[in-house]
């Protein structure tokens, strides 16, 4: 609508509109470079997250994202927050490394943990843990 608006020969004085949309991107491409060299200090400093970033440069995370992007830098990671589900499977594997030592068969570790013979072999595949029991 802008573009129309510089073009149609209707509107008086396209000079001046063209003059202010430059200063209004020139303006913009000034406050990404500030904001860019700020996002590049706190990389270096690695002290901020991209939540905190985007805070204190009042913008969206994503606008953080593109500019560490840009610059090739990365700033400090986030909490990452442990659901339950998640516990509960660290803790059955936790378990599971324990019960690899003593022996006993696959099923019957599966029946310990309340879970299925396959989960049971899925979570051995994936720990890497050596069974000393049944051989199967």
Request: charged share 30%.
């Amino acid at each position: 609508m802008l573009k129309e608006a510089l073009n149609n020969p209707l509107i008086p004085n396209p000079e001046k509109w063209r003059k202010a949309t430059a200063f209004a991107q020139a303006r913009r491409d000034q406050l990404t470079k500030e904001r860019r060299e700020r996002v590049r200090i706190y990389a270096e400093e690695g002290e901020v997250t991209v939540a905190e970033a985007a805070s204190l440069e009042r913008c969206v995370q994503t606008t953080i994202r593109a500019d560490c992007q840009v610059l090739g830098v990365r700033l400090k990671a986030g909490m990452i927050k442990v659901t339950p589900y998640q516990a509960d499977i660290a803790a059955r594997r936790e378990m599971l490394e324990e019960l690899a030592k003593t022996g006993m068969t696959r099923q019957a570790a599966s029946v310990e943990l309340g879970v299925s013979e396959a989960t049971v072999r899925r979570d051995l595949m994936i720990m890497k843990i050596t069974w000393l029991g049944d051989g199967r």
